[in-house]
């Protein structure tokens, strides 16, 4: 096949070493040579090994997405190499592409790939767009074990004969948390512990009196406890996601 890179390189990226092999004009049968160097995946010596790579005049560099321990390679890449195009490939697409020969490396054989033009590199976004969305998946998943733990509290109040999330939309409101802050201090009596209702739940004063009142015990109080610091911890996550602001890394 034509050759389309004079110089390039493919990485073969693990969690702990890197595998890369560069292409470049020779004197092998093609007229080109392979030469092939491991490095380990400390950032350190991924910028040596980018250094290493522009000091040999590489032009373009491919690799397979590995999840996040091709994250730190391509960012290594990018921020000491001068090269022209860095492109992290579909592993899958990287299998489809026929005439693989069982004796090359995962490396080699993505070069004699690249140097051929017959990779095409995915999506990645800008680092801005990256951390954004780091931020908002993980506030998304705080925000889903914050509803959990709610359930798991709900399930306490239950187990102990309080009715609360019968009467009310929601025993995560101000006037719920106000009433099993009251069960945990030791508040037993229905008709007080309804009287902390605010706003529109002061209507169903009457059924809250009833649904407040069951067998609450110290294991209840220790476990409603223990759930609320919880939520009130998640709630504190979520706020500073929600204000989180995400220059690139320099």
């Known amino acids: 096949m034509q050759v389309l890179y004079a110089r390039c390189a493919a990485v073969d990226v693990g969690k702990d070493v890197i595998a890369v092999a560069v292409r470049l004009p020779g004197d092998g049968p093609d007229g080109r040579a392979t030469i092939k160097r491991a490095f380990k995946t400390f950032y350190g010596v991924l910028a040596e090994a980018a250094r290493w790579l522009a000091g040999l005049g590489v032009t373009h560099v491919a690799m397979e997405a ?10 290594a890449l990018l921020e000491h190499g001068s090269f022209e195009k860095v492109l992290v490939c579909n592993a899958g697409h990287v299998k489809n592409v026929p005439g693989r020969k069982t004796d090359f490396s995962d490396a080699e054989w993505l070069v004699h790939l690249l140097e051929c033009g017959l990779l095409a590199g995915s999506f990645i976004p800008p680092a801005e767009v990256k951390a954004a969305r780091d931020v908002i998946r993980y506030r998304a998943r705080v925000s889903g074990s914050r509803t959990s733990e709610i359930q798991r509290l709900g399930n306490v109040l239950q187990d ?10 929601s025993i995560a409101t101000k006037s719920g948390r106000a009433m099993i802050e009251a069960l945990i201090d030791g508040e037993r009596r229905g008709t007080v512990l309804a009287d902390l209702a605010r706003g529109a ?3 169903k004063i009457a059924d809250l009196s009833m649904a407040l009142e069951g067998r609450f ?13 919880h939520i009130d911890h998640l709630d504190a996550m979520i706020a500073a996601l929600g204000s989180a602001r995400c220059p690139p890394p320099r």
């Open 66 to 75: 590995t999840g996040i321990y091709s994250t730190p390679v391509y960012h």
């Open 201 to 203: 739940m002061r209507a």
């Open 160 to 169: 102990a004969g309080i009715k609360l999330d019968s009467v009310a939309s």
């Open 217 to 229: 015990g110290d294991h209840h109080a220790l476990m409603c406890r223990l759930h609320l610091g």
